[in-house]
């Protein structure tokens, strides 16, 4: 398996490193005559840009997905694999000097160290780098298009920045989107003022602050995942725990007793039999399978791994412990931009999975 590449169907290969010419993605196994509407995707992918706000680090970078396969002069798939490219233009390789041999703690830099050697490339944290995070949003909002065309949405908040929690959805109901365009992620505009507060106040110290994104994806058909190996719950976490920085995802809630906790049926218009569920502690996945309840989940993230206070490691090289202050442009909490690629893993996988069962669906008829 290759580290870059994920997906059976529909398959997704990132490619680049922060501070060379350029990061893209594949995306591979698109049924012909998809409409992709790029405004749209600009969109998507202006929610994760660095440079925007308090909350983000200041560098800039445009973003701007270059096509070079996939698509034909209509704007729609057309069967080969939709090829990107987004050029690296806000780097500043020197603020990298000395990691290969200093690493810092918290990133990747020692176990880059390790697995790569000396040959490794530091610079922006190389592939490790969230900067990867851009193309898989543009592969998401891809998928996010397709999905919305089958009737599903997914959508995501911020449900906690270091010890300030947003309100939580409706489970059984939920309101999509779960906040105004262009706004602070958060369903409570008073309790993102507060998070706000918070980031403010790590990045004021030199520090950073963690946080969890919960996702909410709605109007699945029922029927998608499988057992064991096949479970959605699983296919959904390998791509979640790609995401640089994520240290946890769960699935559903868990009350203490299984009277509280199951969820009893009912007969509505919601399930694919006219089944339904009352309550959806689950979190619309049983035994792997989706129940045609929206499937929703949580995503922990640890504080960002850059900080201006001083730390200690060893350099590499003499073999000593030495103190480390790490410069550059960090974000002071990486969770504000990471919502976006979570819905972009989530659209991804989700994807996948309804083109395969589209394909099953196909043997019926
Ligand atoms: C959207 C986003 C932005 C990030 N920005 C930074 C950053 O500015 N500085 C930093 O040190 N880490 C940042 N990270 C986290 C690191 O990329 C990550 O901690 C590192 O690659 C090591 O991976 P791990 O934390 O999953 O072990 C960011 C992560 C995400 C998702």
Redesign the pocket.
């Known amino acids: 398996m290759s580290d870059f590449s994920i997906g059976e169907k529909l398959r997704l290969t990132l490619f680049g490193q922060s501070h060379g010419p350029a990061v893209g993605c594949v995306l591979d196994g698109l049924p012909a005559g998809e409409e992709v509407d790029m405004d749209k995707i600009r969109a998507f992918m202006a929610r994760?840009k660095p440079g925007q706000n308090a909350w983000s680090?200041p560098r800039k970078e445009t973003d701007e997905p270059e096509i070079l396969s996939g698509l034909n002069p209509a704007g729609q798939t057309c069967g080969a694999p939709l090829t990107i490219m987004i050029r690296n233009t806000g780097a500043h390789s020197g603020d990298y000097t000395g990691l290969s041999d200093k690493p810092?703690p918290?990133?990747?830099d020692y176990t880059a160290a390790v697995k790569y050697g000396p040959a490794w490339d530091p610079r922006g944290?190389g592939q490790?780098?969230?900067r990867l995070?851009a193309p898989l949003c543009f592969a998401g909002a891809v998928c996010a298009q397709m999905l919305e065309r089958r009737g599903a949405v997914v959508a995501a908040h911020i449900a906690r920045i270091g010890g300030v929690e947003d309100a939580v959805p409706d489970f059984v109901r939920p309101s999509l989107p779960l906040y105004a365009p262009g706004a602070f992620p958060v369903i409570d505009a008073e309790k993102g003022k507060a998070m706000q507060a918070e980031i403010a106040a790590a990045a004021q110290a030199g520090d950073s602050v963690d946080g969890a994104v919960r996702c909410v994806a709605a109007g699945l058909p029922a029927g998608l995942g499988g057992p064991y190996f096949g479970g959605l719950e699983g296919r959904l976490a390998q791509a979640l725990f790609a995401?640089?920085?994520?240290?946890g995802v769960s699935f559903g809630e868990v009350l203490s007793r299984g009277s509280r906790n199951n969820d009893p049926y009912c007969l509505d218009d919601a399930g694919r039999f006219g089944v339904s569920t009352v309550t959806n502690h689950c979190g619309g996945i049983l035994g792997g399978i989706t129940t045609g309840m929206p499937v929703y989940f949580t995503v922990a993230?640890?504080p960002?791994?850059?900080i201006a206070v001083p730390q200690r490691t060893v350099d590499l090289r003499s073999r000593r412990e030495t103190p480390l202050t790490v410069g550059g442009?960090?974000?002071p909490c990486?969770v504000p931009?990471?919502v976006p690629?979570v819905e972009a893993a989530a659209a991804l996988v989700l994807t996948g999975l309804m083109l395969e069962n589209e394909g099953e669906k196909k043997g019926w008829i």
Not at 243 to 247: D, L, N, S, T
């Open positions: 994760r680090t810092r918290g990133h990747a944290g490790f780098s969230a995070t995401i640089p920085a994520v240290k993230f640890k960002t791994p850059s442009r960090h974000d990486v931009r990471a690629v």
